[in-house]
């Protein structure tokens, strides 16, 4: 299966760096922001709704929380466990692959992280916070219980973190702090390295490599070799992106669109 994974992405990243596309869907929606699943399922959200479609752009499911305020962070990842970070409220809730709840809400001040930053999701149904008062990575497991807890992350940048996104992918937790660049641990919270791409909006690990926006390009980063690409997008004007299975994915202004690299 990783060997079949690997070739669609060698496809892939050719056809995208050589601006190849073909339009698949346009999903008509005003969205703040959206994610996706490894099975091009798309999430958009709008305040405090989240709505789920397929790749062919079919409307699934719907989610919305009033209580909570906006949505703040959306992780897809285990789409059998999907994570939905509520900010000003300090609150996680986790959904199932038909956007019903899964498990209990999770009051992040009630047990002790009354500064969490960052919220996302982790193997064996853990999950990863970044908590600004210690400024440091902790990992709690399904028991909300600390299995894991970095020191002070402001060592390893000699200035203070404020950093915007967190995600786990294959073996390795990422921080993008658009200051330094993007931050790489390991499972266990040890530090790897730090990839010298400043003023990322946001980014996307697939493979070896960190796709990343910086103003209206879409670059990416090979963490082994450093190597350095930048790809031609269909559409001048979008505010995100996505990339699933060779399926690209860009937010406008009131539409998600869909094309495919054949």
Known sequence: MRIILFILLIISTTAFSQGKYSLVKTIETESD???TDNQSNVYVVKANELTKYNKDGKLLYKYSNKNYGNISFVDASNMLRILIFYKEFLQVVYLDNTLSSNGETVSLDKIGFQQT??????HNNATWIYDQQNFSLIRLDRNLETIQQTNNLNALQNDTLQPNSILE?????YINNPKT???????YGTYYKTIPVKN?????????????????????????TTE???????????????????????????????????
């Open 181 to 187: 660049g993007i931050l790489i641990f390991d499972i």
């Open 169 to 173: 992918y294959d073996n390795r937790v």
């Open 33 to 35: 922001f959206f994610t």
């Open 200 to 224: 990322a909006t946001q980014f996307q690990p697939i493979g070896d490599w960190v796709y990343y926006r910086v103003d209206k390009k879409v670059k990416a980063y090979n963490i082994k």
């Open 228 to 262: 350095e690409k930048e790809f031609e997008m269909p559409i001048p004007d979008f505010r995100n992106f996505r990339l699933e299975m060779g399926v690209l994915m860009l937010q406008a202004d009131k539409s998600i669109v869909l094309y495919s690299d054949k």
């Open 117 to 122: 930053q960052l919220v996302c999701s982790s």
